[in-house]
């Protein structure tokens, strides 16, 4: 397999290497979900493979809050990665 590099020209994780924030983030996640605390979840991300991964378990009875969350999201993806706004 050869090496991945996204647009902006930064190595992605190593491959093979698990993302040991995103597996406290999920394992988080997993334990509010057994709980019955989290109702629901919409998520992105980016396999090893370089392949884009959506996820939904949207039964979320406020579609406006969901809305919100996302966008609020987005904002806060696009302040992390200040290269998007120069493109």
Not at 50 to 78: F, K
Request: glycine content about 10%; proline content about 3%; overall charge negative.
């Amino acid at each position: 397999m050869s090496e991945v590099i996204s647009l902006f020209g930064d190595q992605l994780s190593l491959q093979g290497e698990p993302n040991k924030g995103l597996v406290n983030i999920i394992e988080e996640l997993l334990a509010m979900a057994k709980d019955g605390r989290l109702q629901s979840l919409v998520a992105t991300g980016y396999t090893l493979e370089g392949a884009r991964l959506a996820v939904w378990a949207d039964t979320h009875p406020n579609a406006y809050e969901m809305l919100g969350a996302i966008t609020a999201l987005q904002g806060e993806y696009v302040h992390r990665h200040p290269g998007l706004t120069s493109m």
